[in-house]
């Protein structure tokens, strides 16, 4: 079983949001909802971990409550984020067992991620040291 961080420490300035973009409804629940649903349905992930920042904590935990109604046994956590992604992930990482050296991250605000997808990376990192979960580019760009 594999560890999954979202990072979602982020505050939707460059969106021109007053608030974190992964709390933005769509279809009537916040992004980082979606994200978190999906990770939940595979069955490869031991715990979920969301980093955010201390003036998000009382929506992550709505979005948890709500959860936890559907699925009482998602192991979800909260972990404070820093000023950058790489501190976020950093802060992530160190909140994680040692013994656990391999994790998927994933960006919370693709909100399109599906069990399917997050199954296959698991398999693949158990085979591999690393990977990036991506579709070729197109000759037509």
Not at 14 to 21: A, F
Not at 40 to 60: C, H, M, N, R, V
Request: proline content about 6%; charged content about 20%.
């Amino acid at each position: 079983m594999t560890p999954l961080l979202i990072p979602a420490a982020g505050s939707g300035k460059r969106m021109g949001s007053d608030r974190n973009k992964l709390l933005l409804p769509l279809l009537d629940q916040p992004i980082l909802q979606w994200t978190i649903e999906a990770a939940i349905a595979s069955k490869s992930l031991s715990s979920i971990t969301i980093i955010g920042q201390p003036w998000d904590y009382e929506a992550f935990c709505q979005i948890k409550a709500q959860i936890l109604v559907r699925s009482p046994e998602a192991k979800l956590t909260w972990v404070e984020g820093g000023a950058t992604r790489q501190i976020s992930v950093a802060n992530g990482l160190r909140s994680l067992d040692q013994s656990q050296i391999k994790v998927l991250i994933h960006d919370g605000a693709r909100c399109l991620a599906t069990p399917e997808l997050f199954e296959r990376c698991a398999r693949q990192l158990a085979k591999n040291l690393g990977l990036i979960a991506a579709i070729p580019v197109k000759d037509t760009i």
